[in-house]
């Protein structure tokens, strides 16, 4: 049986809290990247984020969308994490990264597409 779109998205939160990235399945932890990211930036805001985070939840968060077919935001995340220190031009940035990052339902159609396509990708941490 394939793992649901709700199955496969609560198992890549848990992919990053358990520490269990390195060893998830390559759909799980392109999309705990993507997670991990956003769902940090959404109540904290971007420039916490880019103060708080190392440059590997970026790349991470710029794989997986890759992986989805979306934009290549790599070029942003550099941007920002040279500018790092600048608190003013961070959050010049943030409206910005609203813009580029898809929205929610956007987001859930292109893994909703990628799992039907390849479901061995995913996995819904069910042994």
């Not at 942003?76 to 943030?94: G, M, P």
């Amino acid at each position: 049986m394939e793992p649901s779109l709700h199955a496969v998205w609560n198992h890549s939160i848990d992919v990053w809290l358990d520490d269990s990235f390195e060893t998830a399945s390559q759909g799980t932890k392109m999309l705990a990247g993507i997670q991990h990211l956003h769902n940090n930036v959404i109540p904290e805001g971007l420039a916490w984020a880019v103060e708080t985070f190392e440059e590997v939840t970026f790349r991470r968060a710029a794989e997986g969308l890759r992986y989805f077919g979306f934009r290549d935001l790599d070029p942003f995340f550099t941007d920002l994490l040279v500018n790092r220190n600048d608190l003013e031009y961070l959050n010049s940035r943030e409206d910005e990264y609203f813009e580029l990052f898809p929205e929610d339902a956007v987001l859930e159609r292109a893994i909703l597409a990628r799992l039907s396509e390849f479901p061995d990708e995913f996995d819904d941490g069910e042994p």
